[in-house]
């Protein structure tokens, strides 16, 4: 008999189909008594598929007593209970390297939209606006400073692409590190003051909820401007609307929110906003390779070999 596995978290075709080639797959995501099937079903479930943003934790975890594995889609896992998992001896794997570029990508297009006013242009001419006269200047970026909270693979991605349009990049992380050459910024208050940009690119979770704050929104001040491709929980969502109402800071790019997929209206409704429907790692490629590490881990761990990509 294949394994069983719970699918929590909606998911393409392309992994779902092959998923179910190999496994008996029970869509607890889409299922309307998610009880009644883990009542069904929750003895026999030895794995799990997620998303970055999927939440495991005792609730769930406790209804399945053989939960061997949980295979992140995703390089966030900080919806997985892990101080659980490793009591419980439950494998954890996530999907990074794969997503770091394209993530990247749109950190820089967040900067040079917000930097550029791409959205407030191209909305003006849609509205036919071009013949109707002169068009506002906006901030070029080269020569500008960009401070990266979290410079991990993402974040590293980010400075390389900052760089290459002229910008200096500083950081801040719980410590400095090795071999890197940009400046290190013992506090994120300091990071804040010193940038033009500041960057979130660490991970989400309770170690770093709402590490973005009125406190740091104002030391960034009136010509900063927020970039978030992390985790929604990170910023304090009504201090950074307070602070854009109040022009604390100039502008925010933001491509994860706070309540997912709800965007306050308030955001919305500024010009100088740009928001993204968290689609940091939304390729055709990515979502593949992506797909494949889960698919290679539960291969790896239902035939005993050393896990590809394991966090814990
Ligand atoms: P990573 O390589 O682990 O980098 C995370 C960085 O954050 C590290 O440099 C780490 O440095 C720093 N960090 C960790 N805890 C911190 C804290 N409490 N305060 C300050 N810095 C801290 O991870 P990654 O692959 O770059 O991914 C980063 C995050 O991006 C993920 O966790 C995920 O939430 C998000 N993400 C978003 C999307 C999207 O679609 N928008 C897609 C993929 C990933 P130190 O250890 O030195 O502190």
Redesign the pocket.
């Known amino acids: 008999m294949p394994p069983e596995i719970l699918l929590i978290a909606p998911l393409p075709d392309f992994i779902t189909q092959p998923l179910a080639e190999r496994y008996t797959v029970h869509d607890y995501y889409h299922t309307v008594d998610k009880s009644g099937l883990l009542a069904a079903v929750g003895e026999r479930i030895t794995g799990i598929v997620g998303v ?1 943003g999927s939440v495991v934790g005792a609730a769930l975890a406790d209804r399945l007593p053989r939960l061997q594995i949980i295979s992140v889609h ?3 896992y ?1 919806g997985v209970a892990l101080d659980y998992c490793r009591a419980r001896g439950i494998a954890v794997t996530n999907t ?1 390297d794969v ?2 570029d394209d ?1 990247a990508d ?1 950190a820089l297009a967040l900067v040079l939209m917000t930097s550029r006013g791409l959205l407030i242009a191209n909305r003006a001419l849609h509205a036919g606006d071009w013949a109707r006269g002169a068009r506002t200047l906006t901030t070029k970026i080269g020569g500008r400073r960009a401070g990266i ?7 590293k991605a980010i400075a390389a692409r900052l760089v290459a349009c002229g910008m200096e990049i500083g950081y ?4 400095p ?1 090795a071999n890197v050459s940009y400046a290190y910024h013992g506090s994120l208050m300091d990071l804040a003051a010193w940038c033009d940009y500041l960057i979130v ?4 979770g309770n ?2 909820r709402h ?1 973005i704050h009125a406190g740091v929104l104002a030391a960034l001040g009136s010509t900063g401007t927020l970039v978030n ?3 929604g929980s990170i910023v304090d969502e009504p201090a950074l609307i307070d602070a854009l109402e109040k022009g604390i800071i100039k502008t925010v790019g933001l ?2 929110f706070e309540h997912e997929p709800t965007v306050p209206a308030k955001l919305l409704a500024m010009p100088q906003v740009v928001v993204l429907p ?5 390729t055709r490629e990515t979502r593949g390779a992506m797909g494949q590490l889960v698919l290679d881990n539960f291969e790896a761990h239902y035939a005993g070999r050393a896990l590809v990509t394991r966090v814990v």
């Open positions: 970055g995703g390089v966030g900080d990074p997503l770091t993530v749109i909270l979290g410079l991990g693979r993402i974040g801040h992380g719980r410590a590190q690119a660490c991970p989400g170690a770093t590490l491709i992390a985790r491509d994860v968290h689609i940091g790692s939304a």
